[in-house]
T-cell receptor, first 113, second 113 residues
Framework: KAGVTQTPRYLIKTRGQQVTLSCSPI?????VSWYQQTPGQGLQFLFEYFSETQRNKGNFPGRFSGRQFSNSRSEMNVSTLELGDSALYLC????????????FGPGTRLTVT | DQQVKQNSPSLSVQEGRISILNCDYTNSMFDYFLWYKKYPAEGPTFLIS?????DKNEDGRFTVFLNKSAKHLSLHIVPSQPGDSAVYFC????????????FGKGTRLSVIA
């Protein structure tokens, strides 16, 4: 069974631009969560989608948004990029909306210049 | 406000000895705890978990201990192997795993041959 895939793996953007990151969960998994990892803050929860509905949202500004499609694939969007948005963005999927068995993708490394 | 704290950014252990990674939490609503391991350029992988109804959970070389009164948990790896060298994240959730994970900042373990 294929694991969680994230595209692109690396991205360089300029301040003020917007970016869309994609996540394909493990086949059959209906829950997708997004995390931001930075050296100073560790992993911070962004949001979680289950059956196309946002179930939980972390403490991030409205510039960060996401969605989930009927095939459980998920995208997250960051508008008006700031230098501080440079981070590793991780996606995790689970069969149901339960955190005990989350499987992470390799992440997308976003650099904002 | 850091609800999950891993106060040791790094730990160095000799091969064959015990590795002990520590984690403290402040939120008394947390009742489910997990440890994840992360290698460079990969997403975190689930290692072991423990529910607050237990004080110990064992899986092979890995044992997690939970001290609810002290709001402290620890991960023991015995014996440590060079392949265990990675960053270890402690995470916590409330409602038996039905709320988003809150991660610590991680501890980098180096196992020296």
């Amino acid at each position: 069974k294929a694991g969680v895939t994230q595209t692109p793996r690396y991205l360089i953007k300029t301040r003020g631009q917007q970016v869309t990151l994609s996540c394909s969960p493990i086949s059959g998994h209906r829950s997708v969560s997004w995390y931001q990892q930075t050296p100073g803050q560790g992993l911070q929860f962004l949001f979680e989608y289950f059956s196309e509905t946002q179930r939980n949202k972390g403490n991030f500004p409205g510039r960060f948004s996401g969605r989930q499609f009927s095939n459980s694939r998920s995208e997250m969007n960051v508008s008006t990029l700031e230098l501080g948005d440079s981070a590793l963005y991780l996606c995790a999927s689970s069969l149901e909306a339960w955190v005990g068995e989350q499987y992470f993708g390799p992440g997308t490394r976003l650099t904002v210049t | 406000d850091q609800q999950v704290k891993q106060n040791s950014p790094s730990l160095s252990v000799q091969e064959g000895r015990i590795s002990i990674l520590n984690c403290d939490y402040t939120n008394s609503m947390f009742d489910y705890f997990l440890w994840y391991k992360k290698y460079p350029a990969e997403g975190p992988t689930f290692l072991i978990s423990i529910s607050s109804i237990k004080d110990k959970n064992e899986d092979g070389r890995f044992t997690v201990f939970l001290n609810k009164s002290a709001k402290h948990l620890s991960l023991h790896i015995v014996p440590s192997q060079p392949g265990d060298s990675a960053v270890y994240f402690c995470a916590a959730s409330a409602q038996s795993g039905n709320t988003p994970l809150v991660f610590g900042k991680g501890t980098r373990l180096s196992v020296i041959a």
